[in-house]
T-cell receptor, first 109, second 113 residues
Framework: EDKVVQSPLSLVVHEGDTVTLNCSYEVTNFRSLLWYKQEKKAPTFLFML????IEKKSGRLSSILDKKELFSILNITATQTGDSAVYLCAVYNNNDMRFGAGTRLTVKP | DAGITQSPRYKITETGRQVTLMCHQTWSHSYMFWYRQDLGHGLRLIYYSAAADITDKGEVPDGYVVSRSKTENFPLTLESATRSQTSVYFCASSDLRTPQPQHFGDGTRLSIL
């Protein structure tokens, strides 16, 4: 059965720290991997990754995909309290999109 | 403002009742989706639609009905609500050419007593 596993489940850091969130997957017919940020309400789309080794970057956030080892990482540098959220990873194959359970990041002042 | 809106934001009902959750988007995106989010399960796809009058089942479609007569609306109906359908429901849309949600509504918190 297809699955997406995120780690850690939760993480507490202080402002200024750098964090790495992990997403591993086992899906048939992989097409893409997506990252979202969910604060109190709706998930917000961050990145879509389709090719191995190509880093996607947006400000302090970056992500990369390894299709050989079947995982992706999301890096956040110089964390701020506004980065506190649940970060969701999702993997799309030809028919379906599976979400991981998310990593809850808390950034303390 | 352009965007995706869900209504109601909160709903409490009883088992056996019919409930309809509304979703409206102003972008004219082709794809629309319904997800439910439960602790321990993350987001799970209920149904999605590639265009008006085209709908497909997702991971957990049982007990739900959708329709899409107009591109901008994608209502979700629980025909006979059960307690296991208590959840937060998110509608989403996408202008990508594949069914990968980009924009989510703020969610409907549904409680079934």
């Amino acid at each position: 059965e297809d699955k997406v596993v995120q780690s850690p489940l939760s993480l507490v850091v202080h402002e200024g720290d750098t964090v790495t969130l992990n997403c591993s997957y086992e899906v048939t017919n992989f097409r893409s991997l997506l990252w979202y940020k969910q604060e109190k309400k709706a998930p917000t789309f961050l990145f879509m990754l389709t090719s191995s080794g190509i880093e996607k970057k947006s400000g302090r956030l970056s992500s990369i995909l390894d299709k050989k080892e079947l995982f992706s990482i999301l890096n956040i540098t110089a964390t701020q309290t506004g980065d506190s959220a649940v970060y969701l990873c999702a993997v799309y194959n030809n028919n379906d999109m599976r979400f991981g359970a998310g990593t809850r990041l808390t950034v303390k002042p | 403002d352009a965007g995706i809106t869900q209504s109601p934001r909160y709903k409490i009902t009883e088992t056996g009742r019919q409930v309809t959750l509304m979703c409206h988007q102003t972008w004219s995106h082709s794809y629309m989706f319904w997800y439910r989010q439960d602790l321990g399960h993350g987001l799970r796809l209920i149904y999605y639609s590639a265009a008006a009058d085209i709908t497909d089942k997702g991971e957990v479609p049982d007990g739900y009905v959708v329709s899409r007569s107009k591109t901008e609306n994608f209502p979700l109906t629980l025909e006979s609500a059960t307690r296991s359908q208590t959840s937060v429901y998110f509608c989403a849309s996408s202008d990508l050419r594949t069914p990968q949600p980009q924009h989510f509504g703020d969610g409907t918190r549904l409680s079934i007593l």
